[in-house]
C-alpha cells in the first residue's frame, strides 16, 4: 500500500474513532463563507492539528477545523477552511481531505469558493453556480501513481458538476428570490491575482470566473466517484476600466456581504441531496 494511502486512512480511522456516525454529505467552506457553520447543530468539532497527517491552514478567513453535525436531522460535515496549491501543499495534498472524506463514506460534496469575474456580465456580489471548470491552469492533483481502490487512472470529465445537484440549486435559489447564475470556473495556481491581459484571456479561453481553489479538490472527488456541486461568489471584477487594485481584504468583505444568501442556499441543498 502507497504511503499516501496509509496516511488517508490513518487520518480517517482517527477521525471515526472521533466520531462514529455515517455522513453522506460534505460541504467545503471558501474564502469568508465560514458563517455556514451556524446553520449546523454542530455534533463534533475536530481541529485539522488534531488530525494525523493533515494538513494544516495557512491562510486569513479559514479556520481550520472539521465539523460533523446535522441541518433538521440531515447529516453534515463542513470543512471550514481549505488548503490551496500557492500556500506550497502538492496538488494530491491539497486534495488529501477529499480522499479522508471518500473513506469517510460521504457520496457528494458542496464547494463553495470566492472566485474573480471575467464575464463582463457578473457584478461584485453575484452568486454563480459552477457548471463546467478548465483545469489546465493548476496542477492535476491525480498526476502520480494511480491508487485504483478510489477511481480509474483516466476519469471521465463530461460532467464534473452534477446536473442533477444544479437543477435542485436552481430551484431553491428560485424559491428564496435570490438571481443565481452559471458559468465556468477557470482554476489559477495564485498568489497573484491576474493582470488585465490575463483576465482578458481567461475569458477569451472560456472561463466566466476564476480562482485559486476548487478544480483539484473536484478533480479528486469526481475521480474517487463523488457527485460535486459548486457555487461561486464574485468578489472582484477582472475585466475592467476602473484603476482599482485587487486585494484579499475586498475579496474577504465581498464573499462575507453575500455570505447570508450562499447559506441559505447550501442550507436548503445540504437537505436535498
Ligand atoms: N482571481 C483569482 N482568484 C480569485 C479572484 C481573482 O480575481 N478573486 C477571488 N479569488
Redesign the pocket.
Known amino acids: 500500500m502507497s504511503d499516501w494511502l496509509n496516511k488517508i486512512k490513518e487520518a480517517a480511522g482517527f477521525i471515526r474513532a472521533s466520531y462514529d456516525q455515517p455522513v453522506e454529505v460534505a460541504v467545503i467552506l471558501g474564502?469568508g463563507l465560514g458563517n455556514f457553520i451556524k446553520e449546523i447543530n454542530v455534533e463534533k468539532e475536530i481541529g485539522y492539528n488534531e488530525i494525523p497527517h493533515f494538513p494544516v491552514s495557512t491562510v486569513q478567513g479559514h479556520s481550520g477545523r472539521l465539523v460533523f453535525g446535522n441541518i433538521d436531522g440531515k447529516k453534515v460535515l463542513a470543512m471550514a477552511g481549505r488548503f490551496h496549491y500557492y500556500e506550497g501543499y502538492s496538488a494530491a495534498e491539497v486534495a488529501f481531505p477529499i480522499r479522508v472524506m471518500k473513506l469517510l463514506g460521504v457520496q457528494t460534496l458542496l464547494i463553495s469558493?470566492?472566485?474573480?469575474?471575467?464575464n463582463t456580465s457578473f457584478k461584485v456580489g453575484d452568486i454563480i453556480i459552477i457548471n463546467d471548470h478548465i483545469s489546465f491552469a493548476t496542477i492535476n492533483p491525480l498526476i502520480g501513481k494511480n491508487e485504483a481502490s478510489f477511481g480509474t487512472r483516466f476519469p471521465d470529465m463530461s460532467e464534473p458538476y452534477a446536473k442533477e445537484i444544479i437543477s435542485k440549486a436552481k430551484k431553491i435559489a428560485i424559491r428564496l428570490g435570490y438571481d443565481v447564475k452559471e458559468g465556468v470556473y477557470f482554476g489559477?495556481t495564485?498568489p497573484t491575482?491576474?493582470t488585465r491581459a490575463e483576465?482578458k484571456m481567461i475569458h477569451q479561453l472560456g472561463g466566466d470566473?476564476?480562482?485559486?481553489?476548487t478544480v483539484q479538490e473536484v478533480i479528486v472527488a469526481v475521480h474517487a466517484g463523488m457527485k460535486v456541486f459548486g457555487m461561486s461568489i464574485?468578489?472582484?471584477?477582472?475585466i475592467r476600466d476602473d484603476d482599482n487594485v485587487?486585494t484579499h481584504q475586498d475579496?474577504l468583505a465581498a464573499?462575507a456581504a453575500a455570505e447570508p444568501k450562499f447559506s441559505a442556499i447550501f442550507k436548503e441543498l445540504v437537505k436535498a441531496v
Open positions: 474564502s469558493n470566492a472566485a474573480g469575474g471575467v489559477v495564485g491575482f491576474e483576465y470566473i476564476v480562482g485559486m481553489s464574485v468578489t472582484d471584477v477582472g485587487i475579496v464573499a
